[in-house]
């Protein structure tokens, strides 16, 4: 792995883009999709890919779990609101870890960052752990950061044991 | 006999259809002594879905795969043979393959480094001049294959019972439909990179029933076509009025409907425009030339739902997919499920099919994790089976005209599975 060199065009920290993954993690912790979805720009993407899928995966090579574009996210998020979407209803208990964030690339127009992710879903008294790291692209609108694609990698083999993927992890 | 009579005393499935009763005893869902026979009767006798041609497309390439609590490697030999063998060390026992896919001249078992190649023989084995000479006389010393390997347009099955009716005998009446999949394509059909590996906590008959249950499309799925409506501005054309539910015989069972949503082969809806549009016309078209109007209609606008027994699903609707499902206990399965689609399809073809795909189906669809927690529920439910003892499939018994939201479907199913499972006598 080369050595990691800040890249210089960006005007925000580390620290700056930790507090908004932080406070995107808090979002989804507390059921507020609509706010949640309000941090992505207009054609933005969303994608999980199979369990264990390289980071070049392709869904429009690859059969993933979730491929959304920016339509299907708000029609993904105003699903979960609703008492029909029989899975998460009532919601389950959800806890988003983020931590080892690192910016690997790009500028205030579209910049790289990755973390490491575990999120916990409970609910009528089993827990479900989600594992992997996230793939951000990022951008700078207005002094605003906005993600315009977001790519959850799940670690595990395989999901036997979590199921499905009902929540956002 | 009624309500009142002890679960225990009667049959687990209680087929009294002349008199418009049909249940089937929660103890099948969760008793562990069922699940023993079943192994042995049904996943043990049964012809069971391996995988597909395409995916060990060039002599070498191997994949490994669990079938029947087998853990298995099925590959692709250099003459062009494809094998499937117990993924194990005919000297100790260890796993000789490690990887889940790759394209290799040999398999090394790492413990004594034993190594066969991909006809499963012996080709190493250190120290060999310790060993006497017709050591591996009769193969012994080789990678042991499935009892029985057999195809059907480029599906692998394997059987476990040397004595099983041949593959094609197997399948009856569902050639009909598999060939209404693989005739889509000229050129042979293919598993789209990436498998859907998830589980269900449930017992596996309940995914059986719901792969093919009409029934429940309005109530479990009323968000996903609120989706459909939001994205198409309306639910759209059927084209195709029928709704057939079909016993096919030894288990086996299919519908057939129209449904409102775009296929890739070869209907189109609104949100995929022009383009979409102009593309599925050219493929009805070629269709038409290769089939005739009758059969290219069918292929195109008829959704097939089908279970071939006891656990293996072709469902050619928003998009293929193929998925097996099997018990790891009572209340516990695992799920594998595939992409299908043509070979050598457009790439911006094949963007739609997969989009298409994960609109209903999968783990992250707006579809399959309500079905996942419907399963669940009814699982949990049968906590209370001791008490509340049996689960009702009468829909649909004596009419004459039933359709996919009847229960014909899944009669088929537990009618086999009674017999496998609790014998003719019973």
């Known amino acids: ?169 | 006999m009624g309500f009142q009579t002890p679960v225990a005393e009667l049959p687990l499935v209680d087929d009294r259809s002349a008199q418009g009763i049909f249940r089937v005893a929660r103890r099948a869902f969760v008793e562990s002594d069922v699940l023993d026979i079943e192994r042995r009767e049904i996943f043990g006798k049964c012809w069971l879905y391996l995988g597909h041609e395409s995916e060990i497309a060039e002599p070498g390439d191997f994949l490994t795969r669990g079938v029947a609590g087998r853990s298995l490697i099925f590959a692709r030999s250099k003459d062009d043979e494809v094998r499937a063998f117990f993924n194990t060390c005919p000297h100790r026992g260890a796993m000789v393959c490690r990887e889940r896919q790759g394209n290799a001249a040999m398999f090394r078992c790492f413990y004594h480094s034993w190594a066969f190649d991909l006809d499963g023989k012996l080709i190493m084995r250190p120290g060999n001049e310790s060993y006497a000479e017709n050591a591996n006389a009769n193969g012994e010393h080789n990678l042991v294959p499935v009892p029985r390997l057999e195809a059907y347009r480029g599906l692998y099955f394997l059987n476990l019972d040397h004595n099983a009716v041949d593959l094609a005998t197997y399948l009856g009446n569902t050639k009909e439909f598999i060939d209404l999949v693989m005739d889509q394509c000229a050129d042979g059909m293919e598993v789209v990179g990436g498998t859907q590996e998830y589980g269900f906590k449930a017992n596996w008959k309940l995914l059986a029933e719901n792969s093919m249950d009409g029934y429940h499309g309005q109530p479990t799925h009323a968000t996903y076509f609120d989706y459909v409506m939001s994205t198409n501005g309306g639910l759209g054309d059927t084209v195709v009025k029928i709704s057939k539910p079909h016993d096919l015989g030894g288990g086996h069972a299919v519908v057939e409907y129209g449904a409102p949503w775009g296929r890739p082969i070869a209907k189109s809806v609104p949100a995929w425009g022009k383009e979409g549009e102009d593309e599925t016309a050219a493929l009805r078209a070629s269709l038409t030339q290769r089939f005739g109007e009758e059969r290219a209609k069918r292929i195109a606008y008829t959704n097939r739902n089908m279970v071939i027994f006891p656990n293996f699903v072709i469902n050619d609707i928003m998009a293929i997919t193929l998925r097996t499902f099997e018990p790891v206990g009572p209340g516990q399965m695992r799920v594998n499920a595939w992409a299908l689609a043509p070979k050598g399809e457009a790439p911006k073809s094949r963007q739609r099919r997969l989009y298409n795909y994960l609109e209903f189906l999968g783990p992250g669809g707006f579809a399959t994790p309500d079905d996942c927690e419907a399963l669940a529920l009814c699982q949990e439910g049968y906590a209370n089976a001791g008490e509340a003892g049996w689960n009702d499939i009468s829909k649909g018994l004596n009419q004459d005209r039933p359709s996919i939201e009847d229960e014909v479907q899944m009669r088929a199913f537990w009618r086999e599975w009674s017999l496998r499972v609790e014998g003719e006598g019973r």
């Not at chain 1, 060199?5 to 912790?29: H, T, Y």
């Not at chain 1, 299907?72 to 208990?93: M, N």
């Not at chain 1, 879903?121 to 996230?134: D, I, M, V």
Request: with cysteine; charged share 25%; aromatic share 10%.
């Open chain 1, 1 to 169: 792995m080369s050595a990691h060199v800040l890249p210089r065009k960006l005007s925000v920290s580390r620290s700056d883009i930790e507090d908004f993954l932080f406070g995107e993690a808090a979002l989804l912790d507390d059921w507020k999709l609509t706010e949640w979805v309000a941090l992505f720009e207009q054609g933005a993407s969303y994608y999980v890919p199979t369990a264990g899928a390289p980071d070049d995966a392709d869904p429009a090579t690859s059969l993933f779990y979730i491929a959304d574009d920016y339509h299907r996210l708000t029609e993904r998020v105003k699903r979960l609101l609703k008492r029909t979407a029989h899975v998460e209803f009532p919601h389950s208990r959800c806890r988003h870890m983020v931590s080892n964030v690192r910016i690997t690339g790009g500028d205030d127009s579209a910049f790289s960052v990755t973390s490491n992710f575990a999120t916990y879903r409970s609910k009528r008294g089993r827990t479900e752990l989600y594992f992997g790291h996230h793939l951000y692209v990022l951008t700078l609108a207005s002094g605003a950061i906005r993600i315009r694609q977001k790519t959850s990698f799940l670690d595990s083999d395989d999901i036997a044991e979590q199921g499905k993927v009902s929540i956002i992890i």
